[in-house]
């Protein structure tokens, strides 16, 4: 017989278990690790290569899952993310998280079998800490969240790196470095005109908790600190001229921009457009610059 919560319960369409995945960040994650992976000296099966980006890709998607089940009562509140699956009511919360639980185990044995065992632990780490450490306890707890959760998207070019060389050396740790510093400009830029969606969900980001003013100078104190990242791998011998020109034209463009963010006075969100430059500037930015890297390794391979 069937009872009343069981002919309630709503069957989850594939559309909305991919929307779990968070599609479009995990395009950028997909596209570093494969950076990482074509930097990496030495070769690898392409089989095994796609099944390596394949993992980290399912990893990812297992990551947003998670974070998604666990953040569906402040994603209802928040304008720009009330339409997903679990807030707009299409999905139940079990099913986001048996099907993140279950990604996250497939994706790190596929790693571990198919690629190495590495690679495999560093997948595992970092859906644990954007699951646990990030999403469970930073987010919620601290205007910190950014900054150290950042960490989370900073791993899969290490993980592609791992995936061919079967170590972790100094170049991984700058690339590592890279994504780290990049984070607080990148989503403090979008938190300071999307400031009311954070504090009407309670999440202490920056602009919440420190104000618009010292967000601008923290973002623009982090782009610093991105800039010598970013021109450190050429600046140390390890990529050519071409990495070398084009991270610092980026990074000099990326200071500006963040500069320009430093010294705004603007409270209206939507006359932001230095925040909004920097924001939109900041994903171009990450891409410019390890396609740099993959084109520099073949030119002077």
């Known amino acids: 017989m069937t009872t009343a919560s069981t002919s309630s319960y709503k069957l989850a369409s594939a559309q909305d278990l991919f929307a779990l995945t968070k599609p479009r960040v995990m ?5 570093t690790a494969i950076c990482g992976m074509l930097a990496a000296p030495g070769t690898i099966h392409p089989v095994i290569g796609f099944t390596a980006i394949l993992a980290i890709s399912l990893g990812a998607g297992a990551s947003a899952a998670l974070n998604q089940w666990y953040e569906h009562d402040i994603d209802a509140v928040m304008k720009r993310t009330a339409s997903r699956p679990l807030p707009a009511g299409r999905m139940e919360r079990e099913t986001a998280l048996h099907f ?5 185990v497939f994706s790190v044995l596929l790693m571990g079998v198919a690629v190495n065992w590495l690679s495999a632990a560093i ?5 644990f800490f954007y699951a646990v450490v990030y999403t469970i306890w930073l987010k919620r707890s ?33 690339l590592f470095a890279i994504i780290f510093f990049w984070t607080p ?31 601008r100078r923290q973002a623009f104190a982090y782009s610093l600190i991105l ?18 020109a084009v991270a610092i ?27 909004k430059h920097l924001f939109s500037f900041s994903i171009i930015y990450l891409f410019a610059l390890f396609g740099a890297l993959v084109a520099d390794r073949m030119v002077f391979a």
């Open 27 to 31: 395009s950028l994650v997909i596209f």
């Open 100 to 104: 993140g639980v279950g990604l996250s």
């Open 123 to 127: 997948l595992a780490f970092s859906i």
């Open 142 to 174: 601290t205007p910190q969240n950014i900054v150290i959760g950042g960490a989370a998207g900073a791993f899969p070019p290490v993980i592609g790196w791992a995936a061919v060389t079967g170590d972790v050396t100094a170049m991984p740790i700058l």
């Open 185 to 215: 400009p990148h989503f403090w830029a979008l938190a300071l005109f999307v400031n009311s969606d954070y504090s009407k969900a309670g999440i202490p980001m920056m602009p919440v908790v420190a104000g618009r003013q010292s967000t």
């Open 227 to 244: 800039a010598i990242s970013a021109i450190a791998p050429f600046a140390l011998g390890m990529t050519g001229g071409v990495y070398g």
């Open 249 to 275: 034209v980026l990074s000099i463009a990326f200071v500006l921009l963040s500069l320009r963010v430093g010294l705004s006075k603007t409270e209206n969100p939507a006359a932001m457009s230095a925040e």
